[in-house]
């Protein structure tokens, strides 16, 4: 059973940065599609952003031009780098992949923007 493991949230200011973390237990990020969720409170879980096997990736509306996706197959880990952090960012992180039929999904990691 593949386990993924976030890092990284945390408490930040409006405008800050954080770099959050998802490890795989194996290596599978190189044939796998990655995407990072987030779900705040009372609301449904969302895609933030994703990246293709091939290195495409996708971001919602609200978090083009501030998040960038990426990962490293060597580590067997992706990244979720996010920059100029509003309040409405604040939600619960979720890594999640798809490698082949099973999808696997992170504990998810507690990103708070607040003043």
């Known amino acids: 059973q593949v386990q993924l493991v976030e890092s990284g949230g945390g408490l930040v200011q409006p405008g800050g940065s954080l770099r959050l973390s998802c490890a795989a237990s194996?290596?599978?990020?190189?044939?796998?599609?990655v995407g990072w969720y987030r779900q705040a409170p009372g609301k449904q879980r969302e895609l933030v952003a994703g990246?293709?096997?091939?290195?495409?990736?996708n971001y919602a509306d609200s978090v083009k031009g501030r998040f960038t996706i990426s990962r490293d197959n060597a580590k067997r880990t992706a990244y979720l780098q996010m920059n100029s952090l509003k309040p409405e960012d604040t939600a619960v992180y979720y890594c999640?992949?798809?490698?082949?039929?099973?999808?696997?999904w992170g504990q998810g990691t507690q990103v708070t923007v607040s003043s």
């Open positions: 999640r992949a798809v490698w082949g039929p099973r999808i696997y």
């Open positions: 194996e290596n599978i990020f190189s044939a796998a599609v």
């Open positions: 990246i293709t096997t091939g290195g495409t990736t």
